[in-house]
């Protein structure tokens, strides 16, 4: 699957923030630069929804979290702004892991295991009763084992007391996931974060940049990046959450980017056409060696 | 916050389940990535025929304007796709995103969340619609008619003509089927020296099932003799000069090709 997945992405073009920069004057005639903001970008596909802003005025939109986020996000409304050389994004009530239903059986099997054995904690006697089963029950996930252990009794049962209490369909909610650029700064920042339900404190607050959630040893098959900074010349571009599978980016959530306070005059945003990929010409064919008898 | 190494309890809590959480997380994105929950739960691609050149598929929808010229929308799968007769009904074939090199089909309809193509299988113009999330989704502004009555082929861009040129086309016995089709394939066959290139198309000889171990199907190529040029002498192939192949290898896969009988 992972093979298809990856192959299926192969040759699209990573959508970040391909929004034309530019700067502008005020009525005042003091420079103001332009910025642009998107909610989601999935597998390369431009960011949505978009707004941007030549500097003159503030452009605001919404809406909601594309469907194809389904089994890593879901539920979120999006909001994103764009002015006068600064720009936001924000995810409100975003719940992660929603799609756990849809996952394979072996996962699904294994968390439901994981459940089981939680559940029987408080009849185990013996140390070994505990921790055996609960980490033997962490090693049928897949790749949970290698990145979560259970070493004691108090964190068994702290980590089954989250388990077990909670919706495991819900595997994490987020309250807000804001990022904002002004100039050549950005700032990500979360809030009313909840993992299994139990309230992550921690975990809110600002986000330090390039902050990795996946641990070192799976960076060759996934990474989740928050707060990922991109200084382009004159842009900056900042992105509060970045999922790459296989060194490809195949999300992006809550994107803004700023301009740099000189760049050419004016040039009007062109307005979105109804249906902007068809813009972009299908590829002229290469010969492919193979051998398909036709009718001659 | 992955540092697993901290010594505060509550810490190391937080960090397991929020691994717990991305880890689930980054599992289904890589094992289910881009599927609907209604493909997952009823949809066995391992079951389906790939709608490929060779294969029939007796319950495709026909063509309902076999005639039609289109906006010039194609598609690309972006993986393994069910094909379905109709947007939400139980799919009936699997496209492929390779077959000759990369597939490309001709859109012919779009709802919200599906889209309509020509289909390259038997029954000659049998469709089927896709999901929309999963295609990557260009534009041809290309399109080629093929008049088998007056053995003439144009060369369309953006609606000008680029060429036209005397082309071959099908005997009496085993003519060109008309009907619109498209570009499937563009290859380089050592068993068919006839001519350099080869551009298959979407549809097949309605008299010839099989055709050198093939499934009869259509195609632009090159001949080396030019005397064929303007007569109805092929298996249903279109023969078509240097220049005129030269020309159509630049046209992308998915192109319609529109055939009748004039």
């Known amino acids: 699957m992972r093979t298809t997945f990856q192959a299926g992405l192969s040759g699209l073009a990573i959508t970040a923030t391909a929004l034309l920069v530019v700067t502008a004057s005020n009525a005042t005639g003091d420079p103001v630069s332009s910025s642009s903001a998107y909610g989601a970008s999935v597998g390369g596909t431009p960011g949505q929804p978009a707004v941007a802003s030549d500097g003159t005025s503030t452009q605001t939109g919404g809406g909601s979290l594309p469907a194809q986020l389904g089994p890593l996000a879901s539920g979120g409304v999006l909001e994103v702004s764009a002015g006068d050389d600064t720009a936001s994004a924000a995810v409100t009530n975003l719940t992660l892991g929603s799609a756990l239903a849809q996952l394979p059986p072996e996962v699904k099997d294994g968390i439901a295991n994981l459940n089981q054995v939680c559940a029987g904690l408080g009849q185990a006697g013996q140390v070994n009763e505990v921790l055996t089963p609960l980490n033997d029950a962490i090693n049928q996930v897949p790749g949970l084992g290698t990145v979560v252990e259970v070493p004691t009794v108090e964190a068994a049962q702290a980590f089954c007391n989250q388990l077990v209490d909670t919706d495991i369909l819900d595997l994490a ?7 904002q650029c002004t100039d050549q700064t950005g700032t990500v920042t979360l809030s009313d974060v909840e993992v299994l339900g139990a309230p992550q404190p921690v975990l809110a607050g600002e986000i330090a940049p390039e902050t990795q959630l996946l641990p070192p040893e799976l960076a060759a098959v996934a990474k989740i990046t928050l707060n990922h900074q991109v200084p382009d010349g004159e842009n900056f571009t900042v992105e509060g959450l970045r999922l790459e599978v296989g060194g490809q980016v195949v999300a992006v959530l809550a994107s803004a980017t700023c301009g740099g ?36 | 916050m992955t540092d697993r190494q901290t010594t505060d309890a509550a810490g190391s809590r ?44 007796p319950q495709a929808p026909l063509d309902p304007d076999p005639m039609a010229a289109t906006d010039g929308t194609v598609v690309h799968p972006r993986r393994v796709l069910p094909v379905y007769a109709a947007p939400g009904r139980k799919p009936f074939a699997k496209i492929t995103p390779t077959q000759m090199g990369d597939t490309w089909l001709p859109v012919i309809d779009q709802q919200e969340g599906w889209t ?26 290309y399109v080629v008619r093929v008049h088998t009555g007056s053995r003439r082929m144009q060369l369309f861009r953006d609606g000008k003509t680029l060429g036209e040129w005397t082309v071959a086309v099908g005997a009496p016995g085993t003519p060109t089927p008309t009907g619109r089709t498209f570009l499937l394939g563009s290859i380089v066959d050592e068993k068919q020296d006839f001519s350099p290139l080869i551009l298959p198309l979407g549809t097949h000889s309605a008299t010839l099932d099989t055709y050198g171990g093939g499934p009869g199907t259509v ?26 192949l030269d020309q159509l290898s630049q046209v992308p896969l998915g192109t319609l090709v529109i055939i009748d009988q004039q």
């Open chain 2, 219 to 244: 195609a632009f190529h090159g001949w080396p003799n030019t005397s064929v040029f303007g007569k109805a002498i092929s298996h249903g192939c279109i023969r078509v000069p240097a220049d005129a």
């Open chain 2, 14 to 57: 937080s960090n397991a389940v929020l691994l717990l959480v991305v880890v689930v997380a980054v599992i289904a994105v890589l094992t289910s990535w881009g599927n609907q929950p209604e493909e997952r739960a009823d949809v066995d691609l391992t079951k389906l025929v790939a709608s490929t050149t060779k294969a029939k598929l």
């Open chain 1, 261 to 296: 306070p000189q760049a050419e005059p004016v040039v009007q945003q062109a307005p979105a056409p109804a249906k902007p990929t068809k813009t972009k010409q299908a590829p002229k064919p290469t010969p492919v060696k193979t051998s398909a008898p036709v009718t001659g």
């Open chain 1, 173 to 179: 909610t987020v309250g807000t996931l804001k990022t």
């Open chain 2, 116 to 141: 309509q193509v020509l289909l390259p299988s038997r029954p000659n113009g049998s469709i089927g619609w896709l999901r929309t999330a999963q295609l990557v989704e260009r534009y041809t502004p």
